[in-house]
């Protein structure tokens, strides 16, 4: 029974797998690093993902149900509207109709809603749920939520009169999808009396532009993303998930290297009896797979089990129903799949290594000689220019028809391509580091030295080092950027705005409603401490006609001419002394030849009535716009001189905007109070939106990659420093004090740290730049030094700490 | 497993010269050797450390290549095979005993000795059928299902030695079989090489001991890679202590 000279088949296959599934149990504490981290990386990713999965949706579920479109149609009337909706229904095939009307609930500043649907609507069932009872069948009956039943100490069998009519309440419901979406539901009879109807349907974009019903005036119409929510959401996780189980690869392929090392006398013996060096390969590799297959299960025991453990708790949290059951199976299996191969994969590459090495070599358990660093160098300038290139083309693709695939493809490939380039210098700057060594007292330059033997296993150390830390490097540089980029923010931390709520764009109130929204005004500025309130006037053409379903008038406003449209740059407001001051301008400023002064820029047309499709060119162009040099954004953007406004034959009227300023900033109490009042008097605030997110953003990235880091470290100086445990003992036998192991340990850590420092901002950087994100200015020096001295620092300090141990005097050489 | 002693060689190599690194730092390992071992012959090879014993082993089992000369094993030329064929040829023809044992210590003593059949693509119950008859001869059926570590030092070199000789192997080579054994441990060992030679098989030893190359139907003298001498222990225990090996 011979085989051919290439393996012996499917047998040899077995004892190949058989061999290296022994070794893996028998080893398994050395393998428990690379199990822990593959574990944690399942685990996380499936957790993450099962949330996004089933919170990410619930919002946009909440709103369109299960279609892809809604309309409102607000303040519908009852004689047109069951011709539209059944022209809906014909033009459409199926259509979800929800009445709306709002009712105050006595007692409490909340509206609710008096919903009108039905339970068994095509796709109103996410949104609509049974607790208790039964559904209203009749104009006498009600079903309520359990906040209305406690807010009014009523139950299945009492009455509710909130609307002037007295019901039965025969039931308990909720919206699934918004626990605190709080209404009552009546019965298909009550439709005809809606304020607003909500009509959802599921249709192309096109359909739906196209369906323009008789007297269709006031309508609104919102569409759901082309990607279900849940999908784009776990998609995402998975994306991480990828980016950290490549991290986790790269850890664990130092593990593998130093496995393979210790196993190199049984792989050389292996070679000796006659295995091929696919043979030898196969059993490293396994080793990886059945790493895999065990951190896959045990990941997914634990992040499932997490899962399980938190939903119940989510629900609060996300203020919707969670369906523990309701998991991405698929991405459970594509994060356990993933691990299995990042597995096999980290034991491939040694194994590659180990199975080319002479079998003389290996029987004497000597490390294969470190791959020439000109030839990774070489190939990293051929990889990085490859990068750049595929990123420069990118920069050039036409995307004036949508996202390009092609431009995604290359930015992707491109980007991968500078990492990956950047990622193989590791070697070169090793070698550089460990040319150091004479120049340094004996224990660091055993330790440099080592670093420069063991190439194979520190390089992939320093990879998993250098991309931890240039992720976060990647993001701090952006988020500083982007935080530079929105200027000062909305508005002053001593700052509001206060503004009728019941109208937004280029409207102001009917005069009637101001002396009303003036008192609120007043009234929050009481209660700030030495506020004062300057009343925004707009500019308003009196033939201006009103619009069907606004609750103001139209006023004077700035538009920006782009492709799709007229974009909307805010209301013009009259430049009163007082507002001027506030600009630190002088009165004559707005009305010197200049028609408008403005802080946008652009094709800027004047909109004197809300524009319509077919006439978006027909608006009259601002001439010589002057410069405004507005601070915070929700300034007026626009002004005009009151000669300007003369001369035009326009007026000033109340904007229902009011700009409220205090002397000092205000508090979180201040805010609450002024919202308080500014709700009972139908206004709205709106305070300084702080720009902490991308600070957190940036400040979480520094921390959290200097933690991510220094655990690689941890993990992977562990193992190099315990393949020198031989030179430790001996180091001791001849009489080298602690300090000189700890010395050891630091200078192993602090120098793997720093060269992870220098190439992940290194990285970092030329990937950014690559991708011409010109505007990366302000550096962010403080964040930038932090991750550059912070790092390298506290690897050696810990490294210094951890490292005093004595070892075992005697060693137990491993039995081959 | 027996064999009839046909003579024919089983290892012929021909003016082989091995050296290693270049230039000024080159070292010559093997200069000019002639060897030939034949089916059922025992050979030693004895001289001082650095005299290339090992390196002439590693050479005549596939495991290194040489630098010039010739090298046939069962009558086929190594020089000219690929690296897979040479461990075709080594999982089917040649069998290593190493000095440190050598077993895998996640395999059993019957998993190890099936070792090179199991590779060979023998189905694993034909392999352990095949690899506890091996053991069998040598007394260690009892302890074919036990790992390397629960053998003592003899019964590791024991299973290394089956492993050897498992299937139709017609070459053994050993390097310092005994090295890691006691006296009595180590005639064990000598007595089931010379076993397996009187079966037919070529056997190629590398000892210090004078006293081990006595079961050699000859002995070849290494110093600084070249042969100096060849003898027959027949000759008398005292033709050993050749000038090579008493130095």
Same mark, same amino acid.
């Given at each position: ?40 990386a399942v685990?996380a990713c499936i957790a993450s993902a099962s949330v996004a999965f089933?919170?990410a ?170 990607v279900?929510?849940d999908v784009a959401a776990a998609i995402g996780i998975l994306v991480v998930g990828t980016v950290a189980m490549f ?56 992040g ?24 991405p199976w698929w991405l459970i299996i594509s994060g356990m799949f993933l691990a299995?191969a ?475 | ?81 690929? #690296?897979?064929? @040479?461990? /075709?040829?080594? +999982?089917?023809?040649? $069998? ?7 077993? *895998? =210590? ?84 000598? #007595?089931?090489? @010379?076993? /397996?030679?009187? +079966?037919?098989?070529? $056997? ?7 006293? *081990? =190359? ?34």
């Amino acid at each position: 029974m011979k085989a051919s000279t290439t393996g012996g088949g499917v047998p040899a296959r077995r004892a190949m797998v058989r061999w290296a599934w022994r070794l893996f149990r028998r080893e398994w504490r050395q393998q428990v690093l690379i199990v822990g981290l593959l574990t944690f990386a399942v685990a996380a990713c499936i957790a993450s993902a099962s949330v996004a999965f089933n919170v990410a949706p619930a919002r946009a579920r909440a709103d369109f149900g299960t279609a892809n479109h809604f309309f409102v149609f607000e303040k519908p009337d009852p004689a047109t509207l069951p011709t539209k909706l059944g022209a809906a229904k014909q033009y459409f095939g199926q259509i979800d109709a929800i009445g709306h009307k709002t009712v105050a609930m006595p007692g409490t500043t909340k509206n609710i809603d008096y919903r009108v649907q039905d339970p068994g609507g095509p796709f109103g069932r996410p949104i609509l749920d049974l607790r208790s009872g039964r559904y209203p069948s009749s104009a006498s009956e009600v079903a309520i939520t359990d906040w209305i039943a406690s807010t009014l100490s009523i139950g299945v069998g009492s009455t509710l009169n909130l609307d002037g009519v007295e019901r039965t309440v025969v039931g308990t419901v909720e919206n699934p999808s918004d626990l605190n979406d709080e209404f009552a539901l009546l019965a298909p009879a009550d439709f005809i009396a809606s304020d607003s109807v909500t009509m959802l349907v599921d249709a192309n974009e096109d359909k739906i532009q196209g369906f323009r019903p008789l007297g269709d005036h006031s309508r609104i119409i919102a569409a759901r993303g082309a990607v279900p929510e849940d999908v784009a959401a776990a998609i995402g996780i998975l994306v991480v998930g990828t980016v950290a189980m490549f991290l986790v690869a790269l850890v664990a392929t130092a593990s593998f290297v130093v496995i393979a090392q210790r196993r190199l006398p049984q792989l050389g013996m292996l070679s000796a009896v006659g295995a091929t060096q696919k043979q030898v390969r196969m059993t490293m590799t396994a080793n990886g797979t059945a790493t895999g297959l065990v951190a896959a299960l045990l990941g997914s025991i634990v992040g499932l089990g997490g899962w399980f453990a938190i939903a119940p708790s989510l629900e609060g949290a996300v203020g919707a129903r969670i369906d523990p059951l309701n998991v991405p199976w698929w991405l459970i299996i594509s994060g356990m799949f993933l691990a299995v191969a990042t597995a096999t994969g980290a034991g491939w590459w040694p194994a590659r290594t180990m199975s080319r090495i002479p079998t003389v070599l290996g029987l004497s358990g000597r490390p294969p000689r470190p791959i020439p660093v000109r030839r990774s160098a070489l190939l990293s300038a051929g990889v990085i220019a490859a990068g750049i290139v595929c990123l420069a083309i990118a920069n050039r693709v036409d995307e004036s028809n949508g996202l390009s695939l092609t431009k995604a493809a290359l930015v992707l490939v491109g980007t991968l391509a500078v990492v990956a380039g950047v990622l193989l210098i590791g070697p070169l700057a090793i070698r550089a580091l460990a040319q150091l060594a004479p120049r340094v007292p004996i224990a660091s330059r055993l330790a440099l030295r080592d670093l420069g033997r063991y190439q194979a296993r520190s390089g992939a150390a320093l990879a998993a080092i250098s991309l931890a830390l240039g992720i976060p490097v990647a993001l701090v540089a952006m988020a500083a950027a982007a935080e530079n980029g929105k200027g000062a923010g909305n508005l002053s931390s001593s700052q509001l705005v206060a503004s009728f709520a019941e109208i937004d764009g280029p409207f102001v109130p009917e005069p009637a409603a101001v002396p009303k929204l003036q008192e609120g005004v007043d009234q929050i500025v009481a209660s700030l401490h030495g506020a004062t309130g300057l009343r925004l006037d707009a500019a308003k053409n009196p033939d201006a006609l009103p619009e069907k379903g606004i609750n103001g008038q139209p006023a004077i406003a700035i538009g920006v001419r782009v492709k799709e449209g007229l974009q909307d740059a805010g209301l013009v407001y009259v430049a009163t002394p007082q507002l001027l001051q506030k600009y630190g301008l002088d009165a004559s400023d707005g009305g010197q030849g200049v028609d408008v002064l403005t802080a946008d820029t652009g094709d800027l047309r004047i909109i004197v009535q809300s524009p319509k499709r077919t006439d978006l060119d027909g608006f009259e162009a601002v001439v010589s716009p002057g410069t405004l040099n507005r601070t915070y954004t929700s300034l007026p953007g626009a002004v005009i001189s009151l000669a300007r406004l003369q001369q035009r034959g326009w007026e000033a009227v109340p904007s229902g905007r009011w700009l409220i300023e205090s002397t000092q900033p205000l508090t979180s109490a201040e805010l609450s109070t002024a919202r308080a009042v500014a709700f009972r008097y139908g206004l709205k605030i709106e305070a300084r939106d702080y720009q902490t997110g991308l600070a957190k953003l940036r400040l979480g990235a520094t921390a959290v990659g200097m933690l991510v880091a220094l655990s690689v470290l941890a993990a992977t100086v562990g193992l190099i420093r315990s393949e020198a445990a031989g030179d430790l003992r001996t180091l001791t036998a001849a009489g080298a004090p602690r300090r000189a192991r700890r010395t050891i340990t630091a200078t192993t850590a602090g120098g793997l740290a720093l060269l992870g420092v220098v190439l992940g901002i290194a990285g970092a950087y030329l990937g950014l730049v690559a991708g011409r994100l010109r505007d990366l200015t302000p550096v962010p020096v403080f964040d930038l030094a932090a991750i550059a001295l912070g790092t390298p620092l506290a690897a050696a300090g810990l490294g210094w700490l951890f490292a005093g141990r004595e070892p075992a005097v005697l060693s137990r050489a491993p039995l081959d | 497993m027996s064999r009839s002693s046909d003579m024919s060689p089983a290892l012929e190599m021909r003016q082989v010269s091995k050296s290693y690194g270049e230039g000024a730092t080159i070292v010559e390992a093997l200069i000019g050797v002639d060897l030939t071992v034949c089916a059922g012959e025992l050979v030693a090879i004895m001289g001082p450390s650095g005299s290339g014993k090992s390196t002439l082993l590693t050479i005549a089992g596939t495991l290194e290549d040489f630098t010039s000369g010739e090298v046939t094993v069962l009558g086929e030329d190594t020089s000219q095979m690929s #690296r897979n064929d @040479r461990a /075709a040829l080594r +999982r089917r023809s040649i $069998g290593y005993v190493f000095q440190d044992f050598n077993l *895998l =210590a996640g395999l059993t003593a019957a998993e190890n000795v099936s070792l090179p059949l199991e590779l060979d693509g023998t189905r694993s119950k034909a392999a352990r059928t095949t690899a506890l008859a091996a053991l069998d001869e040598l007394g260690m059926a009892e302890r074919a299902d036990r790992f390397p570590d629960e053998l003592s030092g003899g019964e590791r070199q024991r299973v290394a030695i089956a492993r050897s000789v498992v299937g139709d192997r017609q070459l053994l080579l050993a390097d310092e079989p005994t090295g890691a054994l006691d006296s009595v441990n180590g005639e064990g060992v000598m #007595r089931l090489v @010379r076993g /397996a030679c009187k +079966r037919g098989v070529a $056997g190629v030893i590398v000892t210090h001991d004078a006293q *081990l =190359a006595s079961w050699a139907d000859r002995v070849v003298f290494l110093r600084d890679g070249r042969v100096v001498d060849q003898t027959s222990p027949a000759a008398g225990p005292d033709s050993l202590l050749s000038p090579a090996t008493s130095r």
